[in-house]
């Protein structure tokens, strides 16, 4: 199991859209990553050119989002969701999406928070369904998954689960809501 050493958040966590002069902070959360983060995030090794990934999640368009979470100005955590290449624009509007949180931050409910974030802003944008690609071995995204009620839109594929999620059903009220939380993010 995962060794898990959280780190004394003091501050309150400040979630919001990152911008272009966001990149290099972004840049060095995932320089960050240790390497069991970076293999649960990117299915193998963290990218190479991780400026390109930087850049393209600072680029807030129709087909890209992006939030970041703050403590005390530092960046310790990016939600985000692309739509798939290809994807017609008359088809029902969908995108997939992914979470890091940096490794000192995790488990005080950024992860769950900025999730619920980047469903909201999803649903500004009109977009009917989320999907995730979700490794079997990760069971702290499992969890965050499941404990907001949405165990029923996994479907296990080989060593990988496959998240796909109608938000016009899955909401939080007829999920039957997020279990009952030991932490939060507001702090
Ligand atoms: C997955 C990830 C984003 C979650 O972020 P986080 O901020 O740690 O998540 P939260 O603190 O909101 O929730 C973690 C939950 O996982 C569960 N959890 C905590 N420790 C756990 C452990 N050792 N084993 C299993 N589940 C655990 C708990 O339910 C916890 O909720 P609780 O704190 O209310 O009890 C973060 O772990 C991460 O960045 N992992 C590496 C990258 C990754 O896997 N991304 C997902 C790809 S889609």
């Given at each position: 199991?995962?060794?898990?050493?959280?780190?004394?958040?003091?501050?309150?966590?400040?979630?919001?859209?990152?911008?272009?002069?966001?990149?290099?902070?972004?840049?060095?959360?995932?320089?960050?990553?240790?390497q069991?983060?970076?293999y649960?995030?990117?299915?193998?090794?963290?990218?190479?050119?991780?400026?390109?990934?930087?850049?393209?999640?600072?680029?807030?368009?129709?087909?890209h989002?992006?939030?970041?979470?703050?403590?005390?100005?530092?960046?310790v955590?990016?939600?985000?969701?692309?739509?798939p290449?290809?994807?017609?624009?008359?088809?029902s509007p969908?995108?997939?999406?992914?979470?890091?949180?940096?490794?000192e931050?995790?488990?005080?409910?950024?992860?769950?928070?900025?999730?619920?974030?980047?469903?909201?802003?999803?649903?500004?944008?009109?977009?009917?369904?989320?999907?995730?690609e979700?490794?079997?071995?990760?069971?702290?995204?499992l969890?965050?998954?499941?404990d907001?009620?949405?165990?029923?839109?996994?479907?296990?594929?080989?060593?990988t689960?496959?998240?796909?999620?109608?938000?016009?059903?899955?909401?939080?009220?007829?999920?039957?809501g997020?279990?009952?939380?030991?932490?939060?993010a507001?702090?």
């Open positions: 199991m995962k060794t898990r050493t959280p780190h004394a958040v003091t501050t309150g966590v400040v979630v919001r859209s990152l911008r272009p002069t966001d990149r290099d902070d972004v840049q060095s959360l995932h320089e960050r990553m240790d069991r983060d970076a649960l995030r990117f299915f193998g090794a963290r990218p190479k050119h991780l400026e390109d990934l930087a850049e393209s999640l600072c680029r807030q368009d129709r087909t989002c992006a939030l970041g979470a703050f403590v005390g100005g530092t960046l955590g990016v939600a985000n969701y692309v739509s290449v290809g994807q017609s624009d008359d088809g969908s995108v997939e999406f992914a979470l890091v949180v940096d490794h931050y995790q488990s005080h409910g950024i992860g769950t928070m900025l999730l619920s974030r980047l469903v909201e802003a999803a649903r500004a944008h009109g977009i009917e369904r989320m999907t995730a979700v490794l079997a071995q990760n069971t702290v995204m969890e965050v998954i499941r907001r009620g949405w165990a029923h839109a996994l479907r296990r594929e080989g060593t689960l496959h998240l796909d999620l109608d938000l016009d059903l899955d909401d939080d009220a007829q999920a039957g997020p279990s009952v939380r030991r932490r939060s507001a702090m």
